[in-house]
């Protein structure tokens, strides 16, 4: 996921919030990953989900970590693996043939039962921590944010390219981030295109929701309609604080 998104340098015609801030600044990095984590895990806490795991029943496997790794699309796969390099022998190097065999699936063959507890051995180790940081953003973060920036969209924007990856991946299927930017470009332009950014993301929003509707596990969509679209309503493309919003009912503030 994400191999398809490419990092370019900003371009002209862009909007002046897209040139001012990315979501890469480390202190609306820090705004993103609790947003996330507030949708993901009811929390905003993000560090404490490194040992996060549980099958949450959405034929992906086991979700763990802080951004929902899943044995069933790869990334928790690309994840041990990058830890086993970093330190051989580590609790989950075991695993690794059964995550290979289960990869695609939704089953925990090879993994029951001691790979959730095992896990969060893992997460106690800054390694595996590390790890985590580290291929979150090379699978999702990054290429989101280049994306946004080579779109001329502000960090909002940007935020709204990160969740979408987070939920969707980048893979070719129609529920994926691609089809979602692609679905949003055919409505309207992004300002690196000459167009209006609130009106570009409105359009991304919407094919958000279109996109998340197709998918039982994901068809509450408040993470958009009372958190992303609010913060889009209130034209706070930079993400500034104070921010209030709304996950699944739950009420969220950040100073």
Request: proline residues 4%; contains cysteine.
């Amino acid at each position: 996921m994400g191999a398809s998104l490419v990092a370019a340098p900003l371009l002209t015609g862009q909007s002046a919030t897209a040139a001012a801030a990315g979501l890469d600044d480390p202190a609306k990095k820090e705004i993103a990953m609790k947003l996330v984590s507030s949708a993901e895990n009811s929390s905003l806490d993000w560090k404490a989900q490194y040992k996060y795991i549980e099958d949450i029943g959405d034929g992906r496997g086991y979700t763990a970590g802080i951004i929902g790794f899943c044995s069933g699309t790869h990334d928790m796969l690309d994840l041990v693996e990058l830890y086993t390099r970093r330190k051989p022998g580590n609790v989950l190097a075991k695993y690794l043939p059964a995550l290979r065999e289960v990869d695609g699936s939704d089953s925990h063959e090879g993994l029951d039962p001691g790979f959730p507890a095992d896990w969060r051995r893992a997460a106690q180790d800054s390694a595996f921590q590390q790890a985590q940081n580290d291929e979150r953003d090379r699978v999702y973060f990054n290429p989101a944010v280049g994306q946004g920036k080579t779109d001329g969209i502000g960090v909002l924007g940007q935020f709204t390219y990160y969740d979408a990856i987070v939920m969707h991946g980048d893979g070719d299927d129609s529920t994926s981030f691609g089809s979602i930017r692609r679905r949003a470009l055919a409505r309207a332009k992004p300002p690196a295109q000459g167009g209006d950014e609130v009106t570009y993301l409105n359009a991304f929003l919407d094919a958000r929701v279109w996109a998340m509707k197709q998918e039982e596990a994901h068809s509450d969509t408040s993470r958009v309609d009372t958190a992303q679209r609010v913060f889009l309503r209130n034209r706070n493309l930079n993400l500034n604080t104070p921010l209030d919003w709304k996950v699944y009912g739950d009420s969220y503030h950040l100073g």
